[in-house]
């Protein structure tokens, strides 16, 4: 456990008696505010404009005593919505897999409110190690943060010259240089096309490949945007021509789909009946993965015509698609471009088991 960060309380032990899972909660995190006195940890600063702030939160439709998830807390835009809507009793748990995401969350001193450092995929386990099997709502907003893409040290951008890391977890994983050193040319290319949509995948990769082993290993993003910028011979207007390498690895290698293809079965799970999913992606392969997800939960009768069985036995959605898919106004995108590919998707648990 990380000295001053929240692991999973287990509420059996400290509810032995028949409490509910909230006053179990509201224990838990009296004790928890008490280890999170950490002298030697000061206050991590980074703005983070919460993209689709208002929309999201409503799209949760909070009840007041309610149990929430936000699984991407970032800087706690989202969060500190949820809590503002939430009566004494509702309880928010948050998770993040950034060590400076949960820094800043201590900065909520909310005794409703838990702050988990894990992946969201993790979230079924360590909700089950805190006694919580149904939740009301579940926020995901997907990506990385402006903080994290705005810190040179972490390596997500090719606007600063800084070591190849990439990692959103710090304390684990191989860093984006790591992944670039042991790779191969066909491994890399098809990281680079499937997850960058990079029409030059195979000629970046080649060129990579021929630095690394011309005894330059690609350390820094400098190097790496240098290279990429060699082997792309054209690209959109006022775009970097790494723009998409970068993507491709950051989503490599934090392995961003396969958390999400993990986390969605867990949502379904976790979802009392008319409990909310709310997903807010940025760009189109987590869209479209968020998209056939709650399409195949909402059309579970998709059988061929004439298909011998009866309507009873038919099987019933375990999810009501709300709404159509939201995107940020011109007006927010003008405030904040980044929020510009963003894309809400809204599903509601229905009672089907
Ligand atoms: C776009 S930001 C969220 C911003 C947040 N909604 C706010 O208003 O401040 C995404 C955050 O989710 C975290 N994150 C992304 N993928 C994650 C995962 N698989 N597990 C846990 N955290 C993740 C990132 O570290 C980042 O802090």
């Known amino acids: 456990m990380i000295k001053g960060v929240r692991s999973t309380p287990n509420l059996a ?3 032995p008696n028949k409490a509910s899972a909230n006053d179990a909660l509201l224990l838990v995190n009296q004790a928890l505010a008490a280890m999170d006195e ?14 689709l702030l208002d929309q999201a939160v409503q799209a949760l439709a909070v009840k007041a005593d309610g149990v929430y998830v936000d699984g991407t807390f970032g800087r706690g835009g989202h969060s500190r919505k949820i809590l503002e809507k939430l009566g004494e009793r509702g309880r928010l748990i948050a998770f993040d897999k950034d060590l ?8 909520i001193k909310d005794t409703r409110f838990f702050m988990v450092h894990s992946h ?7 909700l089950a190690e805190m006694g919580i099997h149904k939740v009301d709502g579940i ?5 990385i943060s402006s903080p994290q893409i705005d810190e040179p040290a972490r390596g997500f951008s090719f606007r600063f010259d800084a070591p190849l890391d990439m990692r959103m977890d710090q304390t684990r994983g191989q860093t984006a240089a790591e992944f670039i050193a042991g790779t191969t040319e066909q491994q890399l290319a098809e ?10 995948a195979k000629q970046i990769a080649r060129a990579i490949i021929a630095e690394r082993n011309d005894g330059r290993p690609i350390t820094t993003t400098g190097q790496l945007t240098k290279v990429v910028a060699s082997a792309v011979t054209r690209f959109e207007p006022g775009q970097n021509p790494a723009t998409r ?3 491709a690895l950051r989503i490599h290698v934090n392995q961003e789909l396969e958390e999400l293809s993990l986390t969605m079965p867990q949502c379904l799970a976790l979802l009392s ?6 997903v807010i992606s940025f760009h189109s392969l987590e869209d479209r993965m968020v998209k056939q997800f709650i399409r195949a939960q909402v059309n579970r009768d998709d059988l061929p015509a004439n298909f011998p069985v009866r309507a009873a036995d038919l099987p019933q959605p375990k999810l009501r698609a709300v709404g159509k898919s939201i995107k940020p106004s011109p007006q927010e995108i003008k405030a904040n471009p980044r929020s510009r590919s963003a894309v809400m998707r809204v599903a509601e648990r229905t009672a089907t088991a």
């Open 245 to 247: 390498t970068f993507q």
């Open 273 to 278: 009946p008319q409990g909310r999913l709310a």
């Open 191 to 200: 990281v680079i096309k499937n997850y960058g949509e990079e029409r030059f």
């Open 13 to 15: 032990s400290l509810s």
């Open 100 to 107: 400076q995401a949960i820094e800043s969350s201590k900065a």
């Open 120 to 126: 969201f995929a993790g979230m079924q386990v360590r």
């Open 38 to 51: 950490n002298p030697n940890t000061s206050p991590v600063s980074g703005a983070h404009v919460t993209v």
């Open 139 to 143: 926020l995901l907003d997907l990506g």
